[in-house]
């Protein structure tokens, strides 16, 4: 997710006041997770962007039909294409075949950007939804688009992914006045996870391997003739031309993979110096294959990653305040006596609009095998909640009709976790508990209930398609309302017992009071030693009790 501004990633990391680009995706193969499915995962990171889930329902066209594009990011208008014959229904960012795609943006080389172009990465992730039935034919439909009407966005990498193949495809225009744009494809072997951040990943392409590498006929000619390559073919790399490695790049995104890939691989530490902005050092692999296999729950604790348990750890330092905040306020950047500083940029990150987790199942018919794994806000505030892929509407609790970024309402799901969000910033060490208490219990709730809902919805399915289709939908609208309402209740409760820098002391599941039914004396827990340490090295004299 990024707004309409092309920078390298180095100006993107040390822009004040703003975050352009700021999205993380991980790809798991379906032999490197615990079940067999695919996963991809995706926070569009943006501090405009309100969570809701997306709807287009499957739809026959008449000929001559035309389509709008509307940049995502904006709204605006940048034209129109041709409408196909018939188009598949979609749900969030995956639709009725298990074909998800997500995306972080790059940027790249400023110069090939075309403000004359129609499709924007945004609009190219739905309209090849719309209209694909794999992984491989997505991106034959996003490419062709992009030939036949121009590439309006920077450069992109996208997470495609079926019930069967996951791939990385990255992409960058040719410049103003130049259609199409340059791009390759990576296939993540089946027993791999791989990751990418806001940094173009591919190196090396495999030219000859056609069955596990796409690439456009000009990947490498193209940057012959503009002159940012002149070796041979098997030294080109994609990222070195399109978008080489700076401090930026590294320090505030790549260094999201490396938290990713180091839960998984104990190797992975001997490239900490290359993240924390070494250019010259050994850079890290597109996709590794993990010591154990991985969970749908493993990949949605990743997207909580704060650099915990490591030298980046967000908790660590002053910044973290008195109740270790694993969160920095905007901007990114800040200046102290002359010298530049700056915060780390993790994988959860407050201005986040939804965070997804697509599961992708093909031992399953897929009105059952695909799963939109959802929340608003970011993960680490979120519950990730099973929205089906075939499902035939979305929950009202998820749509903008329930509010705006603008405009608060009491039953938005966006807005409730906001709320709960931003009580539990000023109090985190505290309130974590209680916010992972809620999501453990409803998250691994989910893993012991889907399996009989399941169970009755093939019975349903082997009757009747479309009653196992109302069925599952349902089931996702009933328990985004009810976990938003959960949500609602456990703000109150947190309001209540923290109120004012106190703890209300608690008695079997209920506030304490005293013999006299009024409300018990509460907790002062005041602040840790390493705080209080700060406030005498700041203070100094004034404080000291005499």
């Given at each position: ?8 990633s ?18 798991v ?9 695919v ?86 992730i ?6 694909s ?18 590439y ?36 993540i072997?089946?027993?791999c ?74 190797t ?75 915060n ?10 939804f ?17 939109l ?35 608060f309402?009491w ?136």
């Amino acid at each position: 997710m990024r707004r309409k501004t092309v920078l390298t990633s180095m100006t993107v990391y040390l822009l004040a006041g703003m975050e352009v680009f700021a999205c993380t995706n991980f790809l798991v193969g379906r032999n490197a997770s615990t079940d067999g499915s695919v996963m991809i995962s995706y926070a569009a990171d943006s501090h405009t962007l309100y969570g809701e889930l997306y709807h287009w329902p499957a739809a026959v066209w008449p000929k001559g039909a035309m389509l709008d594009i509307r940049e995502w990011d904006t709204g605006k208008l940048l034209g129109q294409i041709a409408q196909v014959e018939r188009t598949y229904s979609v749900v969030g960012n995956m639709n009725e075949h298990q074909v998800a795609i997500t995306e972080t943006t790059f940027g790249g080389r400023p110069e090939l950007a075309d403000s004359t172009g129609i499709m924007d990465y945004g609009s190219l992730i739905y309209v090849a939804l719309q209209r694909s039935r794999s992984a491989r034919e997505a991106i034959q439909v996003m490419t062709d688009l992009v030939a036949a009407y121009g590439y309006y966005s920077g450069g992109e990498s996208f997470s495609i992914a079926d019930k069967q193949e996951a791939w990385i495809m990255e992409m960058v225009g040719k410049g103003a006045g130049s259609r199409g744009a340059v791009w390759v494809a990576i296939r993540i072997p089946d027993d791999c996870i791989a990751a990418h951040a806001n940094q173009a990943r591919i190196r090396q392409i495999p030219f000859d391997d056609r069955e596990n590498c796409l690439y456009a006929p000009d990947v490498v000619s193209f940057a012959r003739e503009k002159g940012y390559f002149s070796g041979k073919d098997r030294d080109f790399s994609f990222a070195e031309t399109y978008c080489p490695y700076d401090f930026g790049g590294l320090r505030a995104c790549e260094a999201r993979v490396w938290a990713f890939f180091r839960k998984y691989d104990r190797t992975m530490d001997r490239y900490a110096g290359f993240v924390k902005g070494d250019t010259g050092s050994e850079p890290m692999p597109l996709y590794i294959r993990p010591e154990r296999k991985l969970s749908v729950r493993d990949v949605q604790r990743g997207m909580r990653d704060h650099f915990e348990g490591t030298d980046l750890d967000m908790t660590q330092d002053a910044g973290a305040g008195p109740y270790g905040v694993p969160y920095r306020w905007r901007p990114m950047h800040f200046t102290v006596d002359g010298q530049e500083y700056l915060n780390e940029r993790a994988i959860a990150t407050q201005q986040t609009g939804f965070v997804i987790v697509p599961q992708m199942r093909g031992w399953l018919p897929d009105a059952l095998g695909g799963i939109l794994w959802f929340g608003v806000d970011d993960a680490d505030m979120a519950v990730f909640n099973p929205v089906y892929a075939s499902s035939l509407d979305v929950p009202d609790c998820y749509r903008t009709g329930n509010g705006d970024l603008l405009s608060f309402s009491w039953t938005s799901a966006f807005w409730i976790h906001n709320w709960v969000a931003n009580m539990a910033y000023h109090k985190y060490r505290f309130m974590i508990r209680d916010i992972r208490n809620l999501q453990d219990e409803i998250e691994g709730g989910y893993e012991m209930l889907l399996p009989a809902i399941e169970k009755a919805a093939m019975e349903m399915y082997e009757r009747n398609p479309d009653e196992a289709r109302l069925f599952l939908t349902w089931f996702g609208r009933t328990n985004a309302v009810q976990v938003t309402e959960r949500w609602k209740k456990l703000g109150e409760y947190l309001l209540v017992k923290y109120m004012d820098g106190n703890v209300k002391k608690e008695e079997n599941g209920r506030f304490a009071r005293n013999p006299y039914g009024q409300p018990a004396s509460p907790d002062f827990p005041g602040y840790d030693e390493a705080f209080y340490r700060s406030i005498v090295e700041s203070a100094g004299e004034r404080l000291k009790a005499r």
